[in-house]
């Protein structure tokens, strides 16, 4: 369904009627029509103070830093973290390397270590007699 079409509305107090006579005897009758109205000049602006624009564009600057030191010191926090737990699981695991080694078990196993019993012996002729 179309929109009826806007139907011209008419002023709610015509204008008089006025008729002009020209300089070569016609005369022309008809509605006065108001003159256009010339816009006036705009008024200039006054000029922006500079502390003002520095003010706000350093607090813009700011508000921008504020994110990205926050996740800076987030960033160091975690790094610092990071690098006492490797330095607690280096010592956890060369404390238990030393730990194995001075504590073992297997000694007389021959799985490792070096073992040496001392008891009389005999030498001859390159054989070992017990």
Do not use: S
């Not at 490792?112 to 017990?130: C, Q």
């Amino acid at each position: 369904m179309a929109p009826a079409p806007l139907a011209l509305q008419q002023p709610h107090l015509l204008p008089d009627v006025q008729t002009i006579q020209l300089p070569d005897g016609r005369i022309i009758t008809g509605y006065a029509i108001a003159p256009v109205k010339v816009p006036e000049p705009v008024a200039e602006r006054p000029a922006i103070n500079p502390l003002a624009v520095n003010i706000a564009l350093g607090g813009i600057g700011f508000a921008a830093v504020c994110g990205g030191l926050m996740l800076l010191t987030t960033f160091i926090t975690a790094l610092a973290a990071l690098i006492g737990q490797l330095i607690i699981l280096a010592a956890v695991i060369f404390g238990g390397f030393i730990a194995a080694q001075v504590l073992g078990t297997n000694h007389g196993t021959g799985k490792g270590g070096t073992v040496v019993n001392i008891r009389r012996a005999v030498f001859k002729r390159n054989h070992f007699h017990g």
